[in-house]
């Protein structure tokens, strides 16, 4: 059963999230460049640092660009240019927020025919937000439905396994697809993942 977690809590289960995803995009996705989209919110935030702190390196050979939005309405048209776009959209924000968030920029993506990749927080991917966009608007169906290059991350509590994977949007509906990395979450990590679900 879920509990409520502090803020503390919450910044703590972010840092140990956003360091394994931080490590999964650098390593085993090799990215040299990343574009985190985001909301304005505290734990976002710290999921953010924490993701930036793990994908960067000393050397500078990574670059990473973070733009936050504190409404639906704020997100502009987006032209990225870097490998790969994250949405990290959860935090204190509320689901219709996050879901605004995510549609806006889904659609702003759509518009400018983003070829990069794109990763979607657990908390985009988990709900449907993906797929309730996609129903909602033909063009980033469209869009969506041609890329190869989406991915997602779920956690299965049963088995205390985060699971990477290649992820598809196919006629409206969410698919994992093919998963390509397995991480084993360390007992905090752990409690902390079970007690926020």
């Known amino acids: ?97 996050n879901y605004g968030l995510t549609k806006n920029a889904l659609k702003a993506l759509a518009e400018a025919n983003y070829p990069g990749a794109i990763f979607f927080h657990l908390r985009v991917w988990g709900p449907g937000m993906v797929a309730k966009a996609a129903q909602e608007d033909p063009a980033i169906a469209r869009y969506l439905q041609q890329k190869k290059n989406l991915f997602s991350a779920t956690y299965d509590s049963q088995a205390n396994v985060v699971r990477v994977w290649r992820v598809a949007v196919t006629e409206g509906r969410q698919v994992n697809a093919e998963e390509l990395v397995k991480l084993s979450p360390t007992p905090t990590w752990e409690t902390l993942l079970k007690r926020s679900l």
């Open 1 to 97: 059963m879920a509990q409520s977690l502090s803020l503390g809590e919450h910044l703590v289960l972010r840092g140990y999230t956003g360091k394994a995803f931080g490590q999964v995009l650098a390593q085993n996705q090799g990215l040299k460049s990343l574009h985190i989209l985001t909301n304005n919110t505290s734990i976002c935030a710290g999921l953010v640092g924490a993701m930036g702190a793990s994908y960067l390196d000393l050397e500078g050979q990574r670059q990473l660009k973070v733009t936050t939005f504190g409404a639906p309405e704020e997100v502009p048209p987006l032209k990225p240019q870097e490998e790969a776009v994250a949405l990290i959209f959860g935090g204190q924000a509320t689901p219709e927020v």
